[in-house]
């Protein structure tokens, strides 16, 4: 069974400083990667998907992830931090078949300090 | 206006009284689900529907009932609520089959009393 882990429930950064959130997944193929995030009061919204090809991804909001294939590992980077990034971090994993296949990680609370 | 909205917002309700979470959609999306979020866990499917009159089970289905005689409409019934199904619970659509991106909507936050 598919599995994913967010190893840091809880992260606190300082505003410009780079930040970079941790997933590792378990999946026995090649794996449909994705990361989400929750700001306070909001539904998810998607900030970059991984299905093949270059295993670096570009997002929206800044926002990068590096699919490591050997590591079972697909962080998410930004360089730079910034207020309005303080959210709630959720990775997730998936085969083929849609979104009903898609498991979630336990979610990283990022914290931005000035 | 456009885009996925989840209503109540919030709802206290007591043990064994039967409440129902509505969730509607304007893009016509053919799937629709319904989450549930809880602290240390994630997000967790209850149900999923990939059309009208065409709904499956989730990982925790147990306790619910769904039913989407339109397309853009998907609520979920809590028949008998318990304590344990207080939650956040999120409705998302998605236009296919394939991941295409889900939208999500804002949330419903439920206390069971």
């Known amino acids: 069974a598919q599995s994913v882990t967010q190893p840091d429930i809880h992260i606190t950064v300082s505003e410009g400083a780079s930040l970079e959130l941790r997933c590792n997944y378990s999946y026995g193929a090649t794996p449909y990667l994705f990361w989400y995030v929750q700001s306070p009061g909001q539904g998810l919204q998607l900030l970059l998907k991984?299905?093949?090809?270059?295993?670096l991804v570009q997002g929206i909001k800044g926002f990068e992830a590096e699919f490591k294939r050997s590591q079972s590992s697909f962080n998410l980077r930004k360089p730079s931090v910034h207020w309005s990034d303080a959210a709630e971090y959720f990775c997730?994993?998936?085969?083929?078949?849609?979104?009903?296949?898609?498991?979630f990680g336990t979610g990283t609370k990022l914290q931005v300090i000035p | 206006d456009a885009g996925i909205t989840q209503s109540p917002r919030y709802k206290i309700t007591e043990t064994g009284r039967q409440v129902t979470l509505m969730c509607h959609q304007t893009?016509?999306?053919?799937?629709m689900f319904w989450y549930r979020q809880d602290l240390g866990h994630g997000l967790r499917l209850i149900y999923y529907?990939?059309?009208?009159?065409?709904?499956d089970k989730g990982e925790v289905p147990d306790g619910y009932v769904v039913s989407r005689s339109k397309t853009e409409n998907f609520p979920l019934t809590l028949e008998s609520a318990t304590r344990s199904q207080t939650s956040v619970y999120f409705c998302a659509s998605s236009e296919s089959q394939g991941y295409t991106e889900a939208f999500f909507g804002q949330g419903t936050r439920l206390t069971v009393v």
């Open positions: 991984y299905f093949s090809g270059d295993t």
């Open positions: 997730a994993v998936a085969g083929s078949g849609g979104y009903q296949k898609v498991t």
């Open positions: 893009w016509s999306h053919s799937y």
């Open positions: 529907s990939a059309a009208a009159d065409i709904t």
